[in-house]
């Protein structure tokens, strides 16, 4: 679901604010988009109510990205029990002009798959920026 909807009060807006300033600290010359998703019924079928995504778009096509446009989807637990939310994981997308260039994924291995794979530099900024990602949502807020 968009960044922008799942910002229902301060301390998710900020943790989004944190994960957008954790990128761009690494990729400064990515725009965010906390709305990569139309608001259409076919998009609306397709959204993860469970997740909080957020677009980056690069200037030009980025080499050492192999491509445009990244996706960044946090997936999140929201436990019935204790009613807290939690990441379970974050999913990496990457899109060019073709479709999707690699994929990313903490849920399972921490593998760049795809055609197009990122730079190793990259890679590895990437899997940081997950890492951090996954302790921002994590901390307990107390």
């Given at each position: 679901?968009?960044?922008?909807?799942?910002?229902?009060?301060?301390?998710?807006?900020?943790k989004?604010a944190?994960?957008?300033?954790?990128?761009?600290?690494?990729?400064?010359?990515?725009?965010?988009?906390?709305?990569?998703?139309?608001?259409?019924?076919?998009?609306?079928?397709?959204?993860?109510?469970?997740?909080i995504?957020?677009?980056?778009?690069?200037?030009?096509?980025?080499?050492?990205?192999?491509?445009?446009?990244?996706?960044?989807?946090i997936?999140?637990?929201q436990?019935?029990?204790?009613?807290?939310?939690?990441?379970?994981?974050?999913?990496?997308a990457?899109?060019?002009?073709?479709?999707?260039?690699?994929?990313?994924?903490?849920i399972?291995?921490?593998?760049?798959?795809?055609?197009?794979v990122?730079?190793?530099?990259?890679?590895?900024?990437?899997?940081?920026?997950?890492?951090q990602?996954?302790?921002?949502?994590?901390?307990?807020?107390?």
């Amino acid at each position: 679901m968009n960044a922008s909807e799942q910002a229902t009060n301060l301390e998710l807006a900020s943790k989004i604010a944190t994960v957008v300033n954790l990128f761009k600290f690494e990729f400064p010359d990515a725009k965010s988009d906390l709305k990569p998703w139309k608001n259409d019924p076919e998009t609306r079928e397709l959204v993860d109510p469970d997740s909080i995504d957020i677009g980056f778009h690069f200037p030009g096509i980025s080499k050492s990205w192999r491509s445009r446009s990244v996706l960044i989807q946090i997936r999140i637990y929201q436990d019935p029990v204790s009613n807290s939310r939690r990441a379970i994981g974050v999913e990496v997308a990457a899109f060019d002009h073709r479709g999707e260039a690699w994929r990313l994924s903490t849920i399972d291995n921490w593998s760049i798959v795809g055609t197009s794979v990122p730079s190793l530099q990259v890679g590895d900024k990437l899997k940081l920026i997950c890492r951090q990602i996954l302790e921002v949502f994590n901390k307990s807020s107390e």
